[in-house]
């Protein structure tokens, strides 16, 4: 039986295969004016399996030419991994007069037995791709060990590969001179959280906001996330050598990137343009994208990122923002308004640009005497066997928990048990004001409070015509101190 299809679910902004199932994020590398994005992809089927890696390049980041699967599985499955463009033919791989790139990625030998590091070289921007002969260039005859990340690392101008073996919370550090062979030098683990496998690690050196001199590491890696056995991502801000990762905080400390439950195994792209660091993840949970039923493609990825380590009084901390691409030209600016105050539910008029769910809204709240409030997105009021319900996902702010908080138990057609939740983060007020932007695009919320300090992303399966927004207090009074909205459906 063919499942029905559903076009009104299908992102606007955020990337989809056009057809099959996704998941992570692979590959991400910026190279002669193209952000490139592999994935792991099932070319064949719209459910995990056949994993190979799919692609597509970008200029901006946020509209994608599609590409025909870039690494496909032969013997084994290609797992997750990294590539990176070998500006001095430390490989010898380059053939022409411009640098190749080179992917590092993990061999599933998927009858269960072993995961092995596997090399894959492109000289025509990544369009097409050779597997290296020598293959495996590591191997440890291990059952759990993937997802590598490959960065140059020039103050001892070889190349670093972060590695993990998932069940023991640890990520292994290998370096090389030629990316073929490699030396086991340190190791990272046990700290942090530990509810869950570790996956997809990433290592990055971040510039310090404010500190022009001053550089930071930071390593990130999937596994838990702030829910119990909810996939989720943390990371760690400490030094590197060269060859061991020292963290600043204490081993208990737990740092997360997102406090939602969809957002998973997000790498930061190699050689972006200015040194920005930019990244874009996974959005869905293992937990429940069996039972999502988009069709005939399954699983997307956020919206891009820039992110930056910012001073704070805990220490120093991951702040994000949309990409600028994203920030809407002046055109897409559909609703402005500034200082009302309102004390029950209020719509707005001239909302009609909501029947696209695809924007973006920036909004400052004074809470007044409030003591929850916030948005209604993608609304619909509904009957069903003669009961009224209301469709409906709410971000609001619950002042006596200082908690900025997803609510998607009503947001329309709910995959499994699991899925019905309110995702909450604590978010201190600056001047009794919370500064919102979220990214609203048919199938999911993503909402950065207070400069990108905190972000939470969902996933959400509105029914067909929930389209109204509205603001909300539960009581008393809230002042809108201003509100833009911008339609990204174009
Ligand atoms: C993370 C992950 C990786 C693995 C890939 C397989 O979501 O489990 O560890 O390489 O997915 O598709």
Known sequence: QTPKETPHWRPTYHFTAPQNWIN????????????????????????????????????????????????????????????????????????????????????????????????????????????????????????????PHVIWHEPSQQWVMSVVFPKEFKVIFFTSKNLKNWTRVGEFGNQ???????????????????????????????????????????????????????????????????????????????????????FLGWMSSWHYIEAIKTSPWKGQMSAPRNIFLRQTSEGLRLFQDPVATLKPKKDYLVFEKKNFEFSKEKQLDGMTLFSQNAYMIEIEFEKKSASNFGLRIAQLKDKIDNKKILHQTIVGYDTQHSELYIDRTNSGVIPNNDFASVEKTNVNLKNNILKLKILVDKTSVEVFANDGEKVISDLIFPVEGSNMFSLFTSEKKVKVLSLKISDLSK
Request: with cysteine; glycine share 8%; net charge negative.
């Open 24 to 147: 992570d994020p692979n590959g991400m590398v910026y190279y002669q004016g193209e952000y490139h994005l592999f994935y792991q992809h099932n070319p064949f089927e719209n459910k995990w399996g056949h994993m190979s890696w799919g692609h597509a390049v970008s200029k901006d980041l946020v509209k994608w030419e599609h590409l025909p699967v870039a690494i496909p599985e032969d013997s084994v499955w290609i797992f997750s991994g990294s590539a990176v463009v070998d500006k001095n033919n430390t490989s010898g791989f380059q053939t022409g007069s411009e640098p190749c790139m080179v992917a590092l990625y993990t061999a599933d030998y998927h009858d269960g037995k072993k995961e092995a590091q596997y090399l894959a070289y492109s000289n025509d921007r990544g369009r097409t791709w050779t597997k290296y002969a020598g293959n495996p260039v590591i191997d440890l005859h291990m059952t759990d060990f993937r997802d």
């Open 192 to 278: 942090g959280e530990l509810r869950k496998i570790w996956e997809c690690p990433a290592l990055v050196e971040m510039p310090v906001e404010g500190s022009p001199n001053k550089t930071k590491w930071v390593l990130m890696v999937s596994s838990n996330g702030t829910y119990d056995k909810f996939e989720g991502m943390q990371y760690f801000v400490g030094d590197f050598d060269g060859t061991n990762f020292k963290n600043d905080n204490s081993p208990e400390t737990k740092l997360y990137v997102d406090y939602g439950k969809d957002f998973y195994a997000a790498i930061p792209y190699t050689d972006a343009p200015n040194n920005q660091k930019v």
